[in-house]
């Protein structure tokens, strides 16, 4: 994967940990911001990006582990829509 590509999936990651905060959603981003890394950090290394990428994957995939139903099933889509689809002119 190339640096470039490590950045996008980690500004989507990002994105994901930025709805369940604004939901309230029981998620533990504590080993992710103790990284100090930003998506737009681009000049940071492919290495740091790859971390942060795992380490918001882990605790994204712990929060859905202990609360199946919770609305991050919908979040998924509403990020992936928003990240994706083109914003009406």
């Given at each position: 994967?190339?640096?470039?590509?490590?950045?996008?999936l980690?500004?989507?990651?990002?994105q994901?940990?930025?709805?369940c905060e604004?939901?309230?959603?029981?998620?533990?981003?504590?080993?992710?911001k103790?990284?100090?890394?930003?998506?737009?950090?681009?000049?940071?290394?492919?290495?740091?990006?790859?971390?942060?990428?795992?380490?918001?994957a882990?605790?994204?995939?712990?929060?859905?582990?202990?609360?199946?139903?919770?609305?991050?099933?919908?979040?998924?889509?509403?990020t992936?829509?928003n990240?994706?689809?083109?914003?009406?002119p």
């Open positions: 994967m190339k640096k470039t590509e490590m950045v996008h980690h500004m989507l990651l990002a994901f940990k930025k709805y604004g939901k309230d959603l029981d998620c533990d981003f504590t080993k992710y103790e990284l100090s890394i930003s998506p737009f950090q681009v000049h940071r290394s492919m290495e740091e990006h790859k971390q942060a990428i795992f380490v918001l882990l605790a994204l995939l712990a929060a859905t582990r202990q609360k199946p139903e919770t609305a991050l099933k919908e979040a998924c889509i509403c992936l829509l990240f994706y689809v083109p914003k009406a």
